[in-house]
């Protein structure tokens, strides 16, 4: 394997359907972008339609023959999941590859529209939920789903006894929590998917640090403050920090459960390489009873199929 790889050496995505979501900025927008510039049918799936479109039509006018719909997709509500997931199955019988991109990073103490603390429910349940649904429907060349995790995941800890944070919550600490959640997810989905046969592939990655908005759309601002100048000194480009996850949906033969982040020292900025993760990250029976859990919060059931539709 390479290990300088930029998009530049993606090979082109002609017929393949691609959902990215959190497409309409930061690390989403420069994966849309690669996708559309190697022919890929890009969903890009924001909150906000009118940010959706203005950023496809930025993307189409360096790409006449870019192929993106715009399509509606708040996290943070589990009928908005709903909506989308049916429009997705609709529109396309067959998806090839799902990058789970949208986040939010250290907010205050916030709860999604179905009362979860908003970076668990976000996070991590709104993606679990929209994978549940789409599940069925992933096939066609190579399919791929594709978590994007951190390198906070280190520091996070599943608390099952207050998975919501209600009590002595630590913006840094939730954030923790859902991007270990975004791991032992991908590599419980990864366990699943070859239990059942399934030629789906699951697979994560992380970003590093890169310079997007993620830093200054919720933190206080004293944390607006200090990533400003991080931004400036350490930030590798949001173009290099979307590397690992495009890597990870289209680098040929890579394996199901790979985790693929940064070169670099500390994982910090570089180009993409399979990483390792934590120990917590890897332990199945947490996984389990998380998945367990999520299905009990978010009223999905996870139904993977042996095969895949043409």
């Known amino acids: 394997m390479s290990d300088k790889w930029t998009a530049d050496q993606m090979a082109y995505q002609d017929g393949r ?4 979501t959190g497409g309409n900025s930061g690390l989403g927008l420069e994966t849309v972008k690669a996708l559309a510039a190697k022919r890929a049918h890009v969903v890009l799936a924001c909150r906000n339609i009118q940010k959706g479109e203005q950023a496809a039509a930025e993307i189409r006018a360096a790409h006449a023959d870019a192929d993106i719909e715009v399509a509606e997709l708040d996290l943070a509500s589990l009928d908005s999941v709903r909506s989308f997931a049916d429009r997705v199955r609709a529109d396309h019988p067959t998806t090839d590859l799902m990058i789970n991109n949208a986040g939010v990073m250290a907010p205050p103490r916030g709860e999604t529209a179905d009362g979860f603390e908003l970076q668990f429910g976000t996070n991590h349940l709104g993606h679990f939920a929209l994978t549940a649904q789409l599940i069925g429907s992933l096939g066609g060349n190579d399919p791929r789903v594709v978590t ?14 207050d998975l919501q944070r209600t009590h002595n919550y630590f913006r840094w600490r939730a954030y923790g929590q859902s991007k270990l959640a975004n791991l032992l997810f991908a590599y419980e989905l990864d366990r699943r998917l070859r239990a059942a046969g399934s030629p789906v592939k699951s697979v994560a990655a992380h970003p590093g640090y890169a310079a997007t908005n993620l830093q200054f759309a919720a933190p206080p601002l004293i944390d607006r403050v200090v990533m400003t100048v991080s931004n400036k000194v350490i930030a590798q480009s949001a173009a290099m920090g979307a590397l690992p996850q495009l890597y990870a949906a289209t680098y040929p033969g890579l394996e199901s459960g790979t985790f693929v982040g940064p070169d670099g020292i500390g994982e910090q900025r570089g180009h993409p390489k399979p990483v390792g993760s934590s120990g917590a990250s890897r332990n199945q029976e947490t996984a ?12 999905v059931t996870f139904e993977i199929p042996s095969a895949v539709p043409g």
């Open 17 to 20: 359907v691609a959902i990215v």
């Open 148 to 161: 994007v995790s951190s390198g906070a995941h280190r520091f996070g800890r599943i608390k099952f006894d």
């Open 288 to 299: 389990r009873r998380l998945w367990e859990v999520s299905e009990e919060l978010t009223g």
